[in-house]
């Protein structure tokens, strides 16, 4: 069975450190994707990245960046210079490969962990 | 514009009613699907939707019954509602031929049932 871990509940920072918001995964697939998604206060979930189980290489978007560690089954995520619009619910997720199926990506999501940067 | 839409965006109602939310797409995605998410938060899937065929089926009671007139469109209606119905439903939609491609959330529906 899949699962999702995000240890950290709420985290509470001041604008302009950085933050990591960690994941630890658990799957008996061999191939499989991770997913962060964002929930503002607003409500609505805002896809933020996808990273399949061969590509271990971290990404940068910006003020984001994304490190994935096979080997401790870690997916985490740094905000960089953290801003008051950071402030959400972040959720990480997995979805096992199906390869050569339709069968869509039932996601198992973690729990969230709510960011509030203060200004 | 919207990607996915779904109304209404709240719902309040009581015990025992049938309510429906229903749920569009323009993005020319394959699958559709219902997630719930809970009052701690937690989200979890309920059904999905490839091409109006229904391909996951969590354990849901049956009194939620999700339709699917056409590929764009995932309705979900629910009979005999109780209190413990009351969350937030995202319906979602991926295009499938991207192998696990990323789930397009509407913006939700928040019922409560009293």
């Known amino acids: 069975a899949q699962k999702v871990t995000q240890a950290q509940t709420e985290i509470s920072v001041v604008e302009k450190e950085d933050v990591t918001l960690d994941c630890v995964y658990e799957?008996?697939?061999?191939?499989?994707?991770l997913f962060w998604y964002k929930q503002p206060p607003s409500g609505e979930l805002v896809f933020l990245i996808r990273?399949?189980?061969?590509?271990?290489q971290n990404e940068i978007s910006g003020r984001y960046s994304w490190n994935f560690q096979k080997s401790t089954s870690s997916f985490n995520f740094t905000i960089t210079a953290s801003q008051v619009v950071d402030s959400a619910v972040y959720f990480c997720?997995?979805?096992?490969?199906?390869?050569?199926?339709?069968?869509?990506?039932?996601?198992?999501f973690g729990e969230g962990t709510q960011l509030t940067v203060n200004p | 514009d919207t990607a996915v839409s779904q109304t209404p965006k709240y719902l309040v109602t009581q015990m025992g009613n049938d309510k429906s939310i229903k749920c569009e797409q323009n993005?020319?995605?394959?699958?559709m699907y219902w997630y719930k998410q809970d009052s701690k938060k937690f989200l979890k899937i309920m059904f999905s939707?490839?091409?109006?065929?229904?391909?996951i089926n969590e354990t849901v009671p049956n009194r939620f019954s999700p339709k699917s007139p056409d590929k764009a469109h995932l309705n979900l209606h629910i009979n005999s509602l109780e209190l413990g119905d009351s969350a937030v439903y995202f319906c979602?939609?991926?295009?499938?031929?991207?192998?696990?491609?990323?789930?397009?959330f509407g913006n939700g529906t928040r019922l409560t049932v009293t």
């Open positions: 979602a939609s991926s295009q499938d031929r991207v192998e696990n491609s990323p789930l397009h």
């Open positions: 799957t008996r697939d061999t191939t499989y994707y």
């Open positions: 990273r399949n189980s061969f590509d271990e």
């Open positions: 997720a997995l979805s096992e490969a199906k390869i050569g199926e339709t069968s869509g990506s039932r996601l198992t």
């Open positions: 993005l020319g995605h394959d699958t």
């Open positions: 939707y490839n091409n109006k065929e229904l391909i």
